[in-house]
């Protein structure tokens, strides 16, 4: 925060506060921002799990401060340590959203033969159950006529 002139006016102090409170809201605008973004973030997350041994060297190490920053420029200068995850973000980025986007075809594909398999399942068991309604109906009439008969059978013998 800048150096405030203990002689300014209330207001001076108060448009002071309002500037460096923008500048902060943009500065956590444009982090946000930049974190959000799927080349940066992804890049980011690549970089410190590829490179984790250099990290935790350089945090949980007893080395002095030097020599840790020593260690960790000695292992970074090489190409490896930037090379995957280049191309990790690449294939994250590029080929993530085909692979994906076939694996998605072949779901549907196969749901849809799911929902076909089910719709004739579905459609086999109510015509059974249609067969099995006329059966029932078909011998419902059979046994009434058969109880009419036994009825007349028997008024007219007794």
């Not at 207001?11 to 605008?29: D, F, T």
């Not at 974190?35 to 410190?48: K, Q």
């Amino acid at each position: 925060m800048p150096f405030r002139n203990p002689s300014s006016s209330v207001a001076e102090n108060s448009a002071q506060v309002e500037n460096s409170g923008g500048i902060m809201g943009a500065l956590l605008s444009l982090i946000k921002d930049r974190v959000g973004d799927p080349l940066l973030s992804i890049f980011f997350l690549t970089f410190l799990l590829w490179n984790y041994d250099h990290f935790l060297l350089l945090i949980f190490s007893d080395h002095t401060i030097e020599q840790k920053v020593e260690n960790f420029k000695c292992g970074i200068y090489h190409l490896l340590p930037f090379l995957g995850p280049i191309l990790i973000t690449a294939f994250y980025l590029f080929l993530y959203p085909f692979i994906k986007n076939e694996i998605v075809k072949v779901a549907e594909h196969f749901k849809l033969k799911i929902v076909q398999t089910i719709r004739e399942k579905r459609s086999e068991s109510i015509t059974k159950y249609k067969e099995f309604l006329t059966i029932q109906s078909s011998w419902n009439r059979k046994k009434e006529i058969l109880e009419t008969e036994n009825a007349l059978f028997k008024d007219s013998f007794f």
